[in-house]
């Protein structure tokens, strides 16, 4: 084929492949039909066009260089600053399933967080967890927060801005009132007269308070105004029940057998201490073997007496007597004092009570 033929077929418009055009004449080869196959192939092998499938270098191409500068390569990494905007997916950030009740381990796990129980110790200020550190609630202070230091019970002592508890100044009582180590004390409202004779067997409470300040005492005693010849009494002090008004439990402190036989003060020292709280009101107890009458606080004290004792009958209350002494009264055999716990009181209005006088030890 001519170069003029070639130059004209590359003019025309030839059909795709495999398709015939008329009779061509292809030197050293007999006149037939030609293909566009054919035309293509011969070219091919003159030189004068590239085969269908070939390559190019890089160079080749105008501007290809440039544009491949700019793209990265087709395995790569970022960093994560490169992330500058929009939210990353959950399963980007660990394992597990990522929900409302799930957060993110260090270990890069959605989980639910394990329980924590706490028990705090308030002897030791101890808050124990089981998932953490356990930590020891700290004291207050005059210039820390914290918890209130055990106040050691009582009714006389209050905490401090320092975080301390004590005596407020000037209250608690002073050595005014009579409330000094070794001294006796009569803590009574009242005018004192002598008593009636008592029966024997029967346990007197009248009582007694409260108390101006905390004292441990050690001795009991009461004054004998009716002799009772070779019979014998025994003193004892009882607490107060908050809830019903009346003695309860066991004597706190009490004495053996004091002699009646002569008129006199009678006591008992050198008692295993009791401890007396400020505030508080108590029983003084009285019981003897015979029928000795005891000293007692006066008519004109009977308004004290039954506003401290108070009775369900009003008559107990306002007699109309001039000695309605309001008392009480449990039938009792004398040499022990019972237990008033569940004791069953009678109130009697004669002045057949006694006074017991303590003596002060110390004063905690």
């Given at each position: ?22 009779p061509?004449?292809?030197?050293g ?64 950030l ?141 003193l ?8 019903t ?15 009646t ?9 050198g ?23 005891f ?36 039938t ?33």
């Open positions: 084929m001519s170069g003029k033929l070639i130059d004209e077929l590359d003019a025309a418009t030839l059909p795709l492949t495999g398709a015939e055009l008329g061509v004449q292809i030197p080869q007999p006149a037939k039909r030609a293909t566009v196959d054919d035309i293509a192939a011969r070219a091919v092998a003159s030189g004068s066009a590239s085969p269908l499938v070939h390559g190019h270098v890089i160079g080749d191409v105008s501007g290809l260089t440039a544009a491949l500068a700019g793209k990265a390569d087709t395995g790569h990494t970022h960093g994560a600053g490169d992330i500058t905007s929009g939210t990353m997916a959950t399963a980007r660990g394992g597990g399933t990522a929900n409302g009740t799930t957060f993110l381990r260090g270990d890069q796990q959605w989980a639910v967080p394990p329980a924590t129980d706490l028990t705090y110790t308030a002897a030791t200020r101890l808050l124990e967890s089981s998932t953490g550190a356990d930590v020891t609630l700290p004291l207050m202070a005059s210039g820390a927060a914290g918890l209130a230091p055990a106040s050691g019970g009582g009714t006389t002592n209050y905490l401090r801005a320092d975080g301390t508890w004590a005596a407020p100044g000037g209250g608690g009582g002073s050595s005014l009132d009579g409330y000094v180590a070794n001294n006796w004390i009569a803590p009574y409202v009242g005018v004192v007269a002598a008593g009636v004779v008592t029966a024997a067997n029967q346990l007197r409470l009248v009582k007694m308070g409260p108390l101006n300040r905390t004292i441990t005492v050690d001795g009991l005693a009461a004054r004998i105004t009716t002799a009772a010849a070779s019979q014998n009494c025994q004892a002090i009882y607490a107060s029940d908050d809830a008004g009346r003695p309860t439990g066991t004597p706190l402190i009490s004495t053996g057998n004091l002699s036989g002569s008129a006199g003060l009678v006591s008992g020292t008692l295993s201490a009791a401890t007396l709280t400020a505030g508080e009101v108590y029983w003084a107890a009285t019981i003897s073997s015979g029928a000795p009458a000293q007692v606080l006066s008519a004109a004290t009977v308004p004290p007496m039954a506003r401290d004792i108070g009775s369900a009958t009003l008559g107990n209350i306002s007699s109309g007597a001039a000695v309605a002494a309001v008392h009480l009264l449990v009792h055999t004398f040499g022990t004092f019972p237990d008033l716990t569940s004791g069953s009181f009678s109130e009697s209005l004669t002045q057949s009570f006694g006074l017991v006088f303590l003596l002060v030890d110390t004063l905690p």
